[in-house]
């Protein structure tokens, strides 16, 4: 039985070409041993698995070999290059900081340092977690890395540059390695397979290097490990299977389940994938991720971006074709949200799905944007100033002062209006729309005739289409006009009526909202406005806070306060103020001196106590 080499070391690059995904560090340092201006120090500095020692070891073989080719590689055939694939060159050494990181073994470094090469034209160390050594043997080193002997050339690699000191990285040609592209790295694996004789399908090589995170080495001990477990046939089936990894197949079902705003499949789906070991934060992300590559799929620009391979990448082409790019923004806005949130969440699964019945019920939203129906509030709104101006028409100034009033009223209290009592109100003023619409055609030709425009479809640059009417031209102009809506609701009322406030009616408001504070569990607020009497000076009330916590609630609910005073009083000239309270501040006690004074002070008799008995203070 032959000794079995894993694949890591076994098809480890030997020339700077074999190298994968790396072509900016190996054309850089072909040109500087072809050119002869090799530094004294470099620093190979990035990611695990990407080649960083790799590099290190070809350029060490390169430079000290007798017979470079023209392609500036290694000939691997003089005396030098075989000691050096054998193991046994006395000009290349490797160094591991992890385990020599003290000032002595720096000390011994630098006296090796001091001997010529017996053979070859350089004496060349490699340094590998050089982030490992101690400050002290940093400082050692410096004096030898900035000014070493002709013949000495260092090698320095690690994984965490931000822990070298600044002064190591100044004498040093410093070289950033990428993280493997997965083409590149699906490429490599798939010449690897045909070497070995390994059965494999690409959707299965694709899944490894996506699964290695840019990581040569981790795909290529992946690739050994699902060789094994499938004696030699690579599939896509067994990848998922060994590598507990996700099938591209859930994501596209419920995606097509959330379009279809099935709920109940969606969450069988879900309960599926959980039963499997999976869980819910890794199914979110790579739901998030799912979103994301339907939306670059879209664009014929952005398609190059997918990294899957060419089977995965049509199903992607196919469903995207299907949705809606506002089903796909909102999905994956609801999608970051759950992930941010998962964490901090005692009931991780119902986080889950919660996003996941909000996804569901997008496209209705959608649809119910994308007709002209306003929002209860807003129809409200134009009605009473439509019988507004026909008052003012008829010179009756106090009816339209009053209808102002019952028009604030009714923006206050349908601004605290839930999501829920939203819709209702949407649905219950469809009818009324209707009807509207059929007066104004009546009446108006010219209106009614714009208002049943067709719809009409506009290119947009970027992902798509998007539908719109004459009145709603794209999906940002509908969420900035509800944003502007919400902004409006949340405004302070204002208006010229200023009625003479009477002290008792004021009190008797002033605990009615409080009340209505606790009902709506804002406690914080409800106890600052019932902790202490609130004064009336003029127009302007005065209120008591004991601290920043309270001074910062008073001020965010000052607008609902006021605005509810304002109009059941009848006085938009109402003002609230807060005042800090003085409060004696108390130090408390920490010596036992200071423990034992504050123990007397409340019982004097402890002193007789202590001086009857001789006691001390310990």
């Given at each position: ?260 705003e099935n709920v109940p499949d969606t969450l069988l789906v879900f309960d599926e994938i959980i039963s499997g070991g999976f869980e819910g934060n890794h199914f979110i992300s790579g739901l998030a991720s799912h979103f994301r590559n339907l939306l670059i799929s879209k664009e014929p620009k952005t398609v190059q971006l997918l990294e899957v391979s060419e089977n995965i990448k049509k199903k992607y082409l196919e469903q995207s074709s299907a949705l809606s790019t506002g089903l796909l923004l909102s999905a994956l806005n609801i999608a970051n949200h759950c992930e941010v949130n998962y964490r901090t969440s005692n009931n991780k699964r119902l986080q889950v799905e919660l996003a996941l019945m909000k996804m569901c019920h997008i496209a209705s939203a959608l649809l119910l944007s994308d007709k002209t129906i306003e929002s209860p509030a807003s129809e409200v709104k134009k009605k009473r100033l439509k019988t507004a101006e026909k008052e003012s028409v008829e010179t009756k100034p106090k009816a339209a002062e009053t209808e102002k009033v019952e028009e604030k009223a009714v923006s206050f209290s349908t601004a605290k209006k839930n999501e829920e009592n ?197």
């Amino acid at each position: 039985m032959s000794d079995f080499i894993v694949s890591a070391r076994k098809y480890r690059p030997v020339t700077f070409d074999s190298v994968v995904g790396q072509k900016h560090i190996t054309g850089t340092l072909k040109n500087a041993i072809n050119n002869n201006q090799l530094a004294q120090a470099f620093l190979f500095c990035g990611p695990r698995g990407v080649g960083k020692t790799t590099c290190a070891r070809i350029l060490a073989k390169t430079i000290n070999c007798e017979n470079i080719t023209a392609e500036i590689e290694a000939c691997g055939e003089c005396s030098s290059c075989k000691s050096f694939q054998q193991g046994t060159s006395m000009s290349i050494h490797e160094l591991d900081a992890a385990s020599n990181n003290s000032v002595e073994d720096i000390r011994t470094l630098i006296e090796q340092v001091r001997i010529p090469p017996q053979t070859g034209k350089y004496k060349i160390y490699i340094i590998d977690e050089v982030h490992m050594l101690s400050t002290a043997a940093f400082n050692a080193f410096l004096k030898t890395l900035e000014e070493p002997p002709s013949y000495a050339i260092f090698i320095l690699a690690t994984t965490e540059k931000h822990k070298i000191l600044p002064t190591i990285l100044s004498r040093c040609q410093i070289f950033d390695f990428n993280r493997i592209k997965v083409e590149d790295m699906a490429g490599h694996l798939e010449d690897i397979a045909r070497k070995e004789q390994v059965q494999y399908e690409k959707d299965g090589l694709y899944m490894i290097a996506q699964k290695a995170d840019g990581g040569l080495r981790d795909a290529l001990s992946m690739f050994d490990q699902i060789v094994s477990f499938s004696d030699k046939k690579v599939t896509y089936r067994a990848v998922v299977d060994n590598l507990n990894v996700l099938d591209y197949d859930y994501y596209f079902k419920i995606t097509d389940h959330i379009a279809q705003e099935n709920v109940p499949d969606t969450l069988l789906v879900f309960d599926e994938i959980i039963s499997g070991g999976f869980e819910g934060n890794h199914f979110i992300s790579g739901l998030a991720s799912h979103f994301r590559n339907l939306l670059i799929s879209k664009e014929p620009k952005t398609v190059q971006l997918l990294e899957v391979s060419e089977n995965i990448k049509k199903k992607y082409l196919e469903q995207s074709s299907a949705l809606s790019t506002g089903l796909l923004l909102s999905a994956l806005n609801i999608a970051n949200h759950c992930e941010v949130n998962y964490r901090t969440s005692n009931n991780k699964r119902l986080q889950v799905e919660l996003a996941l019945m909000k996804m569901c019920h997008i496209a209705s939203a959608l649809l119910l944007s994308d007709k002209t129906i306003e929002s209860p509030a807003s129809e409200v709104k134009k009605k009473r100033l439509k019988t507004a101006e026909k008052e003012s028409v008829e010179t009756k100034p106090k009816a339209a002062e009053t209808e102002k009033v019952e028009e604030k009223a009714v923006s206050f209290s349908t601004a605290k209006k839930n999501e829920e009592n939203k819709a209702a109100a949407i649905a219950q003023q469809k009818p009324a729309v209707k009807q509207t619409l059929q007066e104004d055609a009546q009446k108006q030709p010219s209106v009614a005739a714009a208002a049943t425009v067709q719809e009409k479809t506009t290119a947009k640059p970027g992902w798509g289409t998007v539908k719109s009417r004459l009145n709603v031209p794209d999906l940002n102009a509908i969420f900035e006009e509800k944003k502007e809506e919400e902004t409006d609701e949340v405004k302070l009322v204002e208006g010229d009526l200023q009625q003479k406030i009477d002290p008792v009616v004021f009190k008797e408001k002033w605990r009615g909202f409080a009340e209505r504070l606790r009902a709506e569990n804002r406690i914080t607020l409800y106890t600052i406005m019932t902790s202490g009497e609130p004064v009336l000076e003029g127009n302007v009330i005065k209120i008591g806070v004991e601290n920043r916590i309270q001074e910062q609630e008073l001020r965010e609910g000052k607008i609902d306060i006021l605005n509810y005073l304002r109009i059941e009083l009848k006085n938009y000239s109402l003002d609230l103020k807060e005042t800090m309270l003085e409060q004696e501040r108390v130090r408390k006690p920490y010596t036992s001196k200071e423990k034992y004074q504050a123990m007397v002070t409340k019982n004097p008799k402890l002193d007789l106590l202590r001086r009857k008995f001789d006691l001390g203070l310990s």
